[in-house]
């Protein structure tokens, strides 16, 4: 929109917005419109409630040449398919925007070095509320362990690491420890046995390079490997409707100043994505930066799982495949299912087995055995 108003001859630009009305909370229309409405961009609405995850099913599913698959394929393929029909030819997504300017990058000692006292308590403040954690544990995660990690050698700051408890590390630095110990407690562990996983993240290995505990938590998040597998995902499904994809937050100069820059210049816990914002000012519109908030849809797949999705949930983990090939404990994965649909668990990692069993059903037949 900001271009067509310097550059005239650009094609059309549209919009597809996410619709919420049972879970208005997650609905983010209204700030949508201040954009859309500033630039003329013209904007459809599509209803969250006709395309929740698994709906349809086995209509939306993984290719062929890959088991993962979008938990909100549905509303992904609603909105390819009017786009296609409104001659449509790329899509835009913003799949690394959290990795590059935002996610659970903490860089604490920055703002010490920095000279920003107070900010740095603001920050160690937030971030103790957010976790949950007293303020001895607070400072250690976010200020002791990430100044003695910089402070030594790399080995050395891995195998103390490796040694301390993963309340004690920042986020990002406890999801790099132990590949396994990542794996959802449903996974057979002769399973990852069998698999030879390596001792360290691999993504972790190869942002050693960088001198600072932010900055490697930066290189992690912007080539995790989840976020690899989406923009994959996208692209693959974008050209099913013929469309090509596209994510400007994937270029690779930004890519390499979100490496370059100070962590706590790009992001703050108080203050959300500061870069992104200050970089956007005379672009977007004020109120519509102000407004912008991270909405998780996350609470509206939880809900589904307990509900219109209970029945093909409980189809697809009885008599798995999964767990016919060794992958994972079907008793327990099941035990763990009804812990989350009574509550009893708020979150489960369910998706990446889900999407797994139905690839498996759908390409791996006897034949393939």
């Known amino acids: 929109g900001y271009l067509h108003e310097s550059e005239p001859g650009l094609p059309e630009t549209r919009a597809y917005t996410w619709a919420f009305t049972e879970m208005p909370e997650l609905d983010e229309r209204e700030n949508a419109r201040r954009v859309t409405d500033r630039y003329a961009i013209a904007a459809r609405d599509v209803p969250a409630e006709e395309t929740r995850p698994l709906s349809g099913y086995p209509a939306h599913g993984p290719h062929e040449d890959d088991p993962f698959f979008s938990m909100?394929?549905?509303?992904?393929?609603?909105?390819?398919?009017?786009?296609?029909?409104?001659?449509?030819?790329?899509?835009?997504?913003?799949?690394?925007?959290?990795?590059?300017?935002?996610?659970?990058?903490?860089?604490?000692?920055?703002?010490?070095?920095?000279?920003?006292?107070?900010?740095?308590?603001?920050?160690?403040?937030?971030?103790?509320?957010?976790?949950?954690?007293?303020?001895?544990?607070?400072?250690?995660?976010?200020?002791?362990?990430?100044l003695v990690s910089d402070l030594l050698p790399r080995r050395a700051a891995v195998a103390m690491a490796a040694l301390l408890p993963p309340t004690f590390l920042p986020p990002a630095s406890a999801a790099a420890v132990r590949p396994e110990s990542r794996a959802a407690a449903h996974v057979d562990r002769r399973f990852l046995e069998r698999a030879g996983l390596p001792r360290?993240?691999?993504?972790?290995?190869?942002?050693?390079?960088?001198?600072?505990?932010?900055?490697?938590?930066?290189?992690?998040?912007?080539?995790?490997?989840?976020?690899?597998?989406?923009?994959?995902?996208?692209?693959?499904?974008?050209?099913?409707?013929?469309?090509?994809?596209?994510?400007?937050?994937?270029?690779?100069?930004?890519?390499?100043?979100?490496?370059?820059?100070?962590?706590?210049?790009?992001?703050?816990?108080?203050?959300?994505?500061?870069?992104?914002?200050r970089a956007l000012l005379g672009v977007m519109p004020t109120d519509a930066i102000n407004a912008a908030r991270k909405v998780s849809p996350g609470p509206w797949y939880a809900d589904t799982l307990r509900g219109a999705a209970y029945a093909t949930v409980v189809e697809l983990i009885t008599g798995s495949r999964c767990a016919e090939f060794g992958f994972i404990d079907e008793t327990r994965l099941r035990d763990r299912f009804e812990l989350f649909v009574r509550g009893e668990t708020p979150v489960f990692d369910l998706w990446s087995t889900i999407s797994l069993e139905v690839w498996l059903r759908r390409y791996w037949d006897d034949a393939n055995r």
């Open 200 to 277: 360290r993240d691999p993504v972790d290995t190869d942002g050693g390079f960088l001198p600072r505990t932010a900055q490697r938590a930066r290189f992690r998040h912007v080539f995790s490997p989840l976020v690899e597998h989406g923009l994959e995902f996208s692209e693959r499904n974008a050209a099913t409707f013929g469309l090509g994809f596209a994510d400007p937050w994937s270029d690779r100069r930004i890519a390499e100043f979100a490496l370059s820059c100070p962590q706590h210049v790009l992001d703050r816990a108080v203050d959300a994505k500061r870069l992104a914002r």
């Open 72 to 146: 909100y394929q549905p509303f992904m393929n609603r909105v390819l398919s009017e786009a296609a029909a409104d001659r449509a030819s790329v899509m835009f997504y913003g799949n690394r925007g959290d990795v590059i300017c935002g996610g659970d990058v903490a860089d604490v000692p920055g703002l010490l070095r920095a000279g920003l006292w107070r900010t740095a308590r603001r920050d160690l403040g937030a971030r103790a509320r957010e976790d949950g954690l007293s303020r001895l544990r607070t400072f250690i995660r976010y200020v002791a362990a990430p």
